[in-house]
């Protein structure tokens, strides 16, 4: 079964400056998909990013991105000029590739809750 | 507008009963997906219907029901058994070439009285 870690429970950064929230996880497979998901006090889940892994190219939405790293089996997401409007908790996801119909839903980490300093 | 929806915002449950959750999906998505947040937690996979009249258990299926008699609709029922109902539910429905991608409803807050 997969598994997915977020090691930092609480991350601060200053409002406009930057800072990046760490997931792994592991797998045996080679064709999955990556999430990141926003979850702002209002509860509702919003989606921020996606990668999948058959491509090299680090996703990017805005200011918004990611640092894949297939190998190590990590994925870190990138908020450059943080904003007060990003406070929330943060989960990375999985999905594994080798299910069509999107079948097996995802597997999620136990988030990063982010605050943005004014 | 497009979207998922789930009613009611705040349900509450009394001992021994049963009680259902709604989730409907007008954005013609073919999978549809429950999970539960507990506190301090991540979402987990309850219960998942990739088409209209069938269903598979997720990771934590015990004490919970579900059906999918029309595309749109996925509900979920809590049932007696479940022991430790108090959570934060989550309806999903995914999109995409391969349906890799889930978009969330608002969620429904569960207590028990």
């Known amino acids: 079964a997969q598994t997915v870690t977020q090691s930092q429970p609480e991350m601060s950064v200053q409002e406009a400056e930057t800072v990046t929230l760490s997931c792994t996880y592991d797998?045996?497979?080679?064709?999955?998909?990556l999430f990141w998901y926003k979850q702002p006090p209002s509860r509702q889940m919003i989606l921020v990013i996606r990668?999948?892994?058959?491509?090299?190219q680090n996703a990017t939405e805005n200011r918004f991105s990611v640092n894949f790293q297939k190998a190590a089996k990590s994925f870190s997401l990138k908020i450059s000029d943080s904003q007060l409007g990003d406070a929330a908790m943060y989960f990375c996801?999985?999905?594994?590739?080798?299910?069509?119909?999107?079948?097996?839903?995802?597997?999620f980490g136990k988030g990063t809750h982010l605050i943005i300093q004014p | 507008d497009g979207g998922i929806t789930q009613s009611p915002k705040y349900l509450f449950r009394k001992e021994g009963q049963n009680v259902t959750l709604s989730c409907e999906q007008n954005l013609n998505h073919d999978a549809m997906y429950w999970y539960r947040q507990d506190p301090g937690q991540g979402l987990r996979l309850i219960y998942y219907s990739q088409i209209v009249n069938d269903f598979q258990k997720g990771d934590i299926a015990e004490g919970y029901s579900v059906s999918r008699e029309k595309k749109e609709s996925f509900p979920l029922t809590v049932t007696s058994a479940q022991k430790n109902p108090t959570a934060f539910y989550l309806c999903?429905?995914?999109?995409?070439?391969?349906?890799?991608?889930?978009?969330f409803g608002p969620g429904t807050r569960l207590l028990v009285l």
């Open positions: 999903a429905s995914t999109s995409g070439q391969y349906q890799e991608t889930q978009y």
């Open positions: 990668q999948e892994a058959y491509k090299q």
């Open positions: 797998t045996s497979e080679s064709d999955y998909y």
């Open positions: 996801a999985y999905r594994s590739g080798l299910s069509g119909g999107g079948a097996d839903g995802l597997t």
